[in-house]
C-alpha cells in the first residue's frame, strides 16, 4: 500500500504490555540454516505477573532512511547495551515494514519487576515489541493482517526465539514437531487441550543471583554448534516435548514433574560440557533445588522447579495448595535467596494492547 500525504505528517504510535516465559522443555541450540530457527522445538507458560510495556511512537521525517533509525529507553534512560539486539531485529525486518523507512522511531519499555532482579525480560520486550511494529505497519498501510498475532510471533523470533512464545494464554509451543500439525520453526502456537487442573498453577522466581549473566543467551545457543553431545540433546528434548504435552493433557503429575526438572538440568549439563564449559548456577542453586526435593518427598505436594539460563529457580506449583508452599518459601528457602527477594507470578495470561490513556 502506498504512502499518501497525510501519512507522511503524522505520528504513529502503538503500546502493547506482554508477558515473559518460561519453558518447560528448553529451546536450546539453533538450526544452521535460516535465521533464529530452533533446533528442538519447546514449550513454555506465559508468566502474567511479569511483563514488559512498550510504546513506540514513529516520527515521519522527510529523507527516505537507508536503514532502521531508532532511539531506546528503558525506564526513561537510554540503555545502550540492548541496542544491538533492536537494531539486529528492526535490520530484519526492514524489506517487509515499509514504515520504518519513512519513521525515526522512540522505543520506551519498561518492566514490572526491577531490572537487574536476575529476570530475563527479553522474550517479554521483543514480544511487545514485534506486536507494536506490527500494529504500526498495519497503522501505517491502512490495511489489517489476517493474523496479526501469528504476524507478531514470527517477527519477535527476530529478536529473541524465546518471544515468539509470550504470545498466548495456553502454553506456547515453538518448532516442528510430529505432536502438533500447526506447529512450525517460524512462529509459535498455542497448544490446545491442557488439563482444567493445570489453570491454577503458578510460578515463584526465587533470586539467587541478580546480576547480569556471565555468557548470553545467545553466547549460549552458539555454544551447541561445537558441542559433542548437541545430538542427543535434540533427540532428548523431542522425547520431552512427547511427554510434557501427554502430561499437561492427562494431568500425568510425575511425569510433568519428572520431565520439567529433567529439561532444566539438561540446560545446564549442556553449558557444563560445551566447549566453553561453564556454570550459570550457584551454590544456592543447588541448595534451594535440594529443598524443594526433600520438602516434595516429605508432603508429595505438586510442584517443581526449573531453570532458565541463569542462577535463579522458578517454583512451579499447584496454586490450590498455595499457603503451604508459600510457608516453605519463606521458612526454608527465603534465606538462600539474595536479599531474600522472590517474585510470584500466575501462569497463562496474553499480550495486552493499550490505549492511549493506558501509556
Ligand atoms: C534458556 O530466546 O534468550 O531461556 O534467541 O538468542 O535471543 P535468543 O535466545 P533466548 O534463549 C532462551 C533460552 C532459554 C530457554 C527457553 O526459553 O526456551
Known sequence: MERNSTKLVTKLISSYKSPSNIALVKYWGKKNKGIQLPANASISFTLSDLCATTIVEAMPCEEVLKEPSFMFQLNDLP???????????????????????????????SNNFPHGAGIASSAAGFSALALCMVDLQEQFSGTPLIDSKRE??????????????????EPGVWGKTKDIEEACDEYAVPMTGMHESFKSWKDIVLIVDASEKSVSSTEGHQQLNNNIYAESRYLSAKKSLDLVLDALKKHNLPAFIHTVESEALQL???????????????????AIIQK????REETHLPLCFTLDAGANVHLLYDGREEDKIINFVENEVLPLCSQKQYFCSDL???????????K
Open 79 to 109: 540503555k545502550a547495551s540492548f541496542e544491538p539486539k533492536i537494531k539486529a531485529f528492526l535490520k530484519r525486518i526492514w524489506d517487509n515494514y515499509s514504515f520504518l523507512k519513512s519513521h525515526r522511531l522512540l522505543i520506551r519499555s
Open 292 to 295: 524443594i526435593w526433600a520438602f
Open 152 to 169: 507478531a510471533s514470527r517477527i519477535s523470533r527476530l529478536g529473541s526465539g524465546s518471544a515468539c512464545r509470550s504470545m498466548f494464554s
Open 268 to 286: 545446564h549439563a549442556m553449558m557444563m560440557v560445551s566447549p566453553m564449559h561453564y556454570i550459570l548456577m550457584e551454590p544456592n542453586t543447588l
Open 348 to 358: 497463562g495470561g496474553e499480550p495486552i494492547k493499550l490505549n492511549d490513556i493506558e
